[in-house]
């Protein structure tokens, strides 16, 4: 049973719009959620976060929104560029510290054409 | 953040046989952990390497079949042993420093049993 779920496996945007990626989660008992980047041949790279507390982030381009009586998650890049093309995971975990562990979704791939 | 040296990044491996991960870090970290991300997939906790004592593993893997060391809080590796296709697969060294921070990838062994 996935208890993080990336629906859309594909996403194709235009330069200079924005895009918007979802995650849903079933898991109550998480608490922090994050978003991380991943290019061919390259490890996962983080990229924002949120906590439950909080309903909205923002770092720059990035902005994740979280809906949490919902269990849904959502990043916002705008405006989008050539170089946000990348595969890109949601996850969440219970706590922030770095003891506990991360569940991810299968991602999806964020294609942004000039 | 740390600095993750992941090898082999990549191999072919025949069936049968067994294959060891070195994962090195530049500092000394908290927490250690191997993921596994096989194709269309999500990325899957294999198991928290512990310090001094015998890995934590995640349900639906073992130590026959994925043996992990973790001599010191900079160093792990993790053994595919008796590998068949199945096994083909990116396995990924993350760690987490204990703090309020995500936890940081190498860059994957990229792992094919023909």
């Known amino acids: 049973d996935q208890q993080v779920k990336q629906n859309s496996p594909s996403l194709s945007v235009q330069e200079g719009r924005i895009s918007i990626l979802n995650c849903d989660y079933t898991?109550?008992?998480?608490?922090?959620f994050l978003w991380y980047k991943k290019y061919p041949a390259e490890g996962p790279t983080f990229l924002i976060s949120?906590?439950?507390?909080?309903d909205k982030n923002e770092d720059g381009r990035f902005t994740v929104f979280l809906n949490k009586s919902a269990k849904h998650l959502s990043l916002h890049i705008v405006p989008s560029q050539p170089g946000d093309s990348a595969v890109y995971f949601c996850?969440?975990?219970?706590?922030?510290?770095?003891?506990?562990?991360?569940?991810f979704g299968k991602g999806t791939m964020l294609l942004v054409s000039p | 953040s740390a600095v993750i040296s992941q090898k082999p990044s990549r191999d072919i491996c025949q069936r049968g046989t067994s294959l060891t991960i070195q994962c090195q870090v530049d500092?000394?970290?908290?927490?250690m952990f191997w993921y596994r991300q096989q194709p269309g997939q999500s990325l899957t906790l294999i198991a928290t390497?512990?310090?001094?004592?015998?890995?934590?593993?995640e349900s639906g893997f073992v130590i026959d079949k994925f043996p992990i060391s973790r001599p010191n809080l900079t160093f792990s590796t993790l053994t595919v042993s008796n590998m068949s296709p199945e096994d083909s697969s990116i396995y990924l060294c993350?760690?987490?420093?204990?703090?309020?921070?995500?936890?940081?990838f190498g860059n994957g062994t990229r792992l094919t049993v023909t």
């Open positions: 390497a512990n310090q001094g004592s015998e890995a934590t593993y």
């Open positions: 949120i906590s439950s507390i909080k």
């Open positions: 898991n109550s008992m998480f608490d922090y």
């Open positions: 996850a969440a975990k219970r706590d922030r510290t770095g003891y506990s562990t991360l569940t």
């Open positions: 500092s000394q970290v908290t927490m």
């Open positions: 993350s760690v987490g420093t204990g703090s309020n921070s995500p936890l940081h």
